[in-house]
C-alpha cells in the first residue's frame, strides 16, 4: 500500500466510524443525558472530573480544559480537571502504592456525591480506571464509560456507558474526542445561553 492509499484508508475507516455513530441511538442519547446530568452538576456545585492512561489521559486534559478554561465563547470557568496532572502525586502513589490505585486515591480525595467521574478507555479495561469506577460508585459519585465496542470491565461499573463500535484504538480515541467535544459544547450553551 503506498502512503496515499494509506492515509486515504485511515480517513475512510474514520469517517465510517463517525457515520455509524449517528445512527446509534443508545450512544447518542447517553451522550445527552450526561452533557445534561454534568450541566446539572454544576448547578448544584458538583464538578467533572476525568482519567485516562496514554492518548486516553491526554484526550481526558483536553476535555477538562474545555469545561474549566473556555469552549466555544467567554464564560465563567467550570470545575473540571484531569486526575493525572500532578507528576509528583502519581508518582508517589504509583512507587508506594500501585499504578492501579493513582486514580482511585484521587477520588477518595477529591470526589463527593453528586460528581462526575469520566474514563478514558479504549479497552475498557484500565486497571487504575476500573478501581476509580469502584471508588466512585462506592461513593455516589456518576461514573461515566468512554471506551471501545465491548465496554470491557468499566461497563458494570459505569452509569452510562459510551461505547465505540469499534476495536481499532485510533478510530476510538477520534470519536471520544468528537463526543467529548460536542459535551462540552451542550454543558456550555446549557449552563451559559448565548443571547
Same mark, same amino acid.
Given at each position: 500500500m503506498d502512503l496515499l492509499n ?6 475512510? !475507516? $474514520?469517517?465510517?466510524?463517525?457515520? *455509524?455513530?449517528? $445512527?446509534?441511538?443508545? &450512544? ?7 452533557? @445534561? ?5 454544576? /448547578?448544584?456545585?458538583?464538578k467533572v472530573m476525568w482519567c485516562?492512561?496514554?492518548? *486516553? ?5 483536553? &476535555? !477538562? !480544559?474545555?469545561?474549566?478554561? /473556555?469552549?466555544?465563547?467567554? /464564560?465563567? +470557568? &467550570?470545575? $473540571? ?39 478514558? *478507555?479504549? $479497552? ?8 476509580? #469506577?469502584?471508588?466512585? /460508585?462506592?461513593?455516589?459519585? @456518576? @461514573?461515566?464509560? #468512554? ?8 461497563? +458494570? ?7 465505540? +463500535?469499534?476495536?481499532? @484504538? ?21 449552563? #451559559? +445561553?448565548?443571547?
Open positions: 494509506l492515509l486515504q484508508s485511515r480517513i475512510t !475507516a $474514520s469517517v465510517q466510524l463517525k457515520q *455509524s455513530l449517528l $445512527s446509534n441511538e443508545a &450512544l447518542l442519547n447517553a451522550v445527552t443525558q450526561v452533557a @445534561t446530568l454534568a450541566a446539572d452538576a454544576y /448547578r448544584n456545585g458538583n485516562g492512561n496514554g492518548g *486516553s489521559a491526554a484526550d481526558a486534559q483536553h &476535555l !477538562a !480544559a474545555e469545561l474549566s478554561g /473556555r469552549f466555544y465563547y467567554d /464564560r465563567p +470557568p &467550570l470545575n $473540571s480537571d484531569a486526575l493525572h496532572v500532578n507528576t509528583s502525586y502519581m508518582t508517589a502513589v504509583a512507587n508506594d502504592y500501585s499504578y492501579e490505585q493513582v486514580y482511585s486515591r484521587l477520588v477518595q480525595a477529591m470526589c463527593q456525591k453528586g460528581d462526575i467521574l469520566i474514563g478514558l *478507555s479504549t $479497552s475498557g479495561n484500565s486497571g487504575n480506571v476500573v478501581k476509580a #469506577f469502584e471508588k466512585a /460508585r462506592e461513593m455516589g459519585v @456518576t @461514573t461515566v464509560g #468512554f471506551t471501545g465496542e465491548t465496554g470491557g470491565k468499566m461497563k +458494570p461499573l459505569s452509569d452510562f456507558l459510551i461505547n465505540i +463500535p469499534s476495536t481499532d @484504538t485510533p478510530r476510538i480515541q477520534e470519536c471520544h474526542m468528537l463526543l467529548g467535544h460536542t459535551l462540552c459544547e451542550i454543558v456550555e450553551q446549557q449552563l #451559559f +445561553p448565548k443571547a
